[in-house]
T-cell receptor, first 114, second 111 residues
Framework: NAGVTQTPKFRVLKTGQSMTLLCAQD?????MYWYRQDPGMGLRLIHY???????AKGEVPDGYNVSRLKKQNFLLGLESAAPSQTSVYFC?????????????FGPGTRLTVT | RKEVEQDPGPFNVPEGATVAFNCTYS??????FFWYRQDCRKEPKLLMS???SGNEDGRFTAQLNRASQYISLLIRDSKLSDSATYLC????????????FGTGTKLQVIP
């Protein structure tokens, strides 16, 4: 049981390049999330999904797209990377436990855009 | 006003000490509350949910004060391994939609 995994762990992009971050979970969770974490800002929700085939915007969705074609995978895409997207990206998944959705995080992807 | 506010610290405490963190939230309709810990350059990990009546897990006690809109975390008998950043998390609907993370309080336990 690997929990939540993220690929890749590190990446350096040039401005304008594109890339896809992959998140996978083996806990059969319905809900999945993408966050970014910047110094002094806390984690901010980019997009989330409440089930296979459904996605929704979070707090900071601009410049990102997502897809949830399979329940266990949640992909985050950057179509044209900008230096402002330099950040640490965390994926999380959750399930309801006593009415609460406790989130389990992946190890993160450190992205630098030059 | 930030939706979730925490004192960034750092809190430097000796081993064995008791330390308490507070977190205030602005949305009175918030329904679910959590504490997570995050080690340096690692992912956040759930420490404990916070229930209305307060709850305890070993050396950790969490309390919720809805009237004053704050939650607290008390750590007794601090260990070196407790050194981390503690994140306060507030949700308005059970946790899967509008989830707001505080920026965290850094704790350093000193030998």
């Amino acid at each position: 049981n690997a929990g939540v995994t993220q690929t890749p762990k590190f990446r350096v992009l040039k401005t304008g390049q594109s890339m896809t971050l992959l998140c996978a979970q083996d806990m059969n969770h319905e809900y999945m999330y993408w966050y970014r974490q910047d110094p002094g800002m806390g984690l901010r929700l980019i997009h989330y999904s409440v089930g296979e085939g459904t996605t929704a915007k979070g707090e900071v969705p601009d410049g990102y797209n997502v897809s949830r074609l399979k329940k266990q995978n949640f992909l985050l895409g950057l179509e044209s990377a900008a230096p402002s997207q330099t950040s640490v990206y965390f994926c999380a998944s959750s399930y309801p436990r006593q009415g609460r959705y406790e989130q389990y995080f992946g190890p993160g992807t450190r992205l630098t855009v030059t | 006003r930030k939706e979730v506010e925490q004192d960034p610290g750092p809190f430097n405490v000796p081993e064995g000490a008791t330390v308490a963190f507070n977190c205030t939230y602005s949305n009175s309709a918030s329904q679910s509350f959590f504490w997570y810990r995050q080690d340096c350059r690692k992912e956040p990990k759930l420490l404990m949910s916070v229930y209305s009546s307060g709850n305890e897990d070993g050396r950790f006690t969490a309390q919720l004060n809805r009237a004053s809109q704050y939650i607290s975390l008390l750590i007794r008998d601090s260990k070196l391994s407790d050194s981390a950043t503690y994140l306060c998390v507030v949700s308005d609907s059970g946790g899967y939609q509008k989830v707001t993370f505080g920026t965290g309080t850094k704790l350093q336990v000193i030998p």
